[in-house]
C-alpha cells in the first residue's frame, strides 16, 4: 500500500492537484499491438478511486487538493465535459501519431494526446457524483460551488442518460447502449438523493430524483440482463460480456449476492478469464475501431473479479 500510495504523489502535480493516469505514452498493450495510448492526462473516472485512497490513508490535503481540481475541471455548460483533461486543466489534447518513431518494441504508432478527449462517455457523471458524495462522507468539505456543480450535471443526466456512448473502453467503433455506462449514469442519480440526505435536504427535487432512479433501475435491470444465461450483457440487446459488469455490486446497483449478480461474475470467470486474469471483452464481439488489435488481459478488471471469488 505504501508503495501504491507513494506512486500516487509521484503523479500528482502540486500546483495544481491533478493526477495523471500513467507517466508514459504509446507503451503497447500486447507487444507489437497498435493499443498504444498517451495516458499523461488526468481522466475524471479516475476521481473516485484516487479521492478514495487517500482519504482512506489519510491524506485530506492531497484529497481536497484533488476535489478542487475536479471542480475547476468540469466547471461550465455539461455538454462541454470532457472525460480527461491535462494537469492544469488543459482543454486541448489532440491526438497525432508519429510516423517516424518505431515505438517501444516496435509497437506503432507512437501517439501524443488522445482522442478519447472528444468522446461522450455517460460513466464519467456517475463517477464524478460518487467521488463528490464520498469527499462530503469523510469530511472534505461540501460547500454550495460543489453543490451547484453536482445539480447542473445531473440535469444532464436526466437528459441524455438513455443515449448512446463511448463507454469505459472508450472504443472507436461508434456508440453503443453500454449496460455499464447506464449503470453508472444510475448512480449519478443515487448518490445524488444521498447527497441531498446528508445535507437534510427534503422536496419534490429529490421525491423526483428518486424516482429516475427506480425507472433507471428497472430499465437497466430489463434492456441490459439476459435471463437465459443469466448474466447482465456488454450492451443493451448484446450477447457479448465485459469485465465492467463486475463493478454492479461495488457501486451498489445490486448486492453481491443477488442471483443476477453471481450469474455475471461465473460468466465472466468462464469466458473472459484466462490463466486468473480477466480481459475486457472478446474483441471479435464488440465493435471497437480496432479490428486486428487484439487485447490483452487488464489488471484493475483481475482485481475486480478477486472481490467476488
Known amino acids: 500500500m505504501l508503495r501504491s500510495l507513494i506512486t500516487l504523489k509521484a503523479l500528482t502535480y502540486s500546483p495544481t492537484g491533478g493526477v495523471v493516469a500513467a507517466p508514459t505514452t504509446s507503451l503497447p498493450e500486447r507487444m507489437g499491438g497498435v493499443r498504444n495510448w498517451d495516458y499523461r492526462y488526468c481522466w475524471l473516472r479516475d476521481a473516485t478511486l484516487t ?48 510516423p517516424w518513431l518505431p ?7 507512437v501517439r501524443i494526446g488522445n482522442a478519447a478527449v472528444g468522446q461522450f462517455q455517460l460513466d464519467v457523471f456517475g463517477e464524478i457524483a460518487d467521488c463528490l458524495y464520498h469527499a462530503l462522507r469523510h469530511g472534505v468539505c461540501s460547500d454550495a ?3 451547484d456543480v453536482s445539480v447542473h450535471l445531473l440535469r444532464f443526466v436526466e437528459r441524455h ?31 445524488m438523493v444521498k447527497t441531498a440526505d446528508l445535507r437534510g435536504m427534503r422536496g419534490a427535487q429529490v421525491e423526483h430524483w428518486k424516482a429516475l432512479r427506480a425507472q433507471m433501475h428497472a430499465d437497466i435491470c430489463a434492456r ?15 450477447q457479448a460480456l465485459d469485465a465492467s459488469l463486475l463493478l454492479i455490486p461495488m457501486v451498489g446497483f445490486l448486492p453481491p449476492d443477488d442471483v443476477r449478480v453471481r450469474g455475471t461474475v461465473e460468466a465472466v470467470r468462464r469466458e473472459l ?15 471497437d475501431g480496432l479490428l486486428r488489435a487484439k ?15
Open 145 to 147: 460551488e460543489a453543490w
Open 51 to 98: 479521492l478514495l485512497t487517500l482519504l482512506d490513508a489519510g491524506y485530506t490535503q492531497e484529497a481536497q487538493a484533488w476535489r478542487d481540481w475536479l471542480l475547476r475541471a468540469v466547471a461550465g455548460e455539461p455538454d462541454e465535459l470532457q472525460i480527461l483533461y491535462g494537469v492544469a486543466g488543459e482543454r486541448r489534447v489532440t491526438e497525432l501519431e508519429l
Open 295 to 309: 487485447a490483452s488481459s487488464w489488471r484493475a478488471a483481475s482485481g475486480w473479479r478477486t472481490r467476488w471469488r
Open 273 to 287: 478469464c484466462h490463466d486468473g486474469l480477466v480481459r475486457r471483452y472478446h474483441t471479435h464481439e464488440t465493435r
Open 161 to 191: 442518460w438513455d443515449q448512446p456512448d463511448e463507454g469505459i473502453w472508450e472504443v472507436r467503433g461508434g456508440r453503443q447502449q453500454f449496460t455499464h455506462s447506464k449503470v453508472m449514469a444510475w448512480v449519478a442519480m443515487d448518490r
Open 103 to 109: 515505438g517501444f518494441a516496435s509497437s506503432r504508432p
Open 224 to 238: 441490459g440482463y439476459d435471463t437465459r444465461r443469466n448474466t447482465f450483457t456488454q450492451a443493451f440487446g448484446s
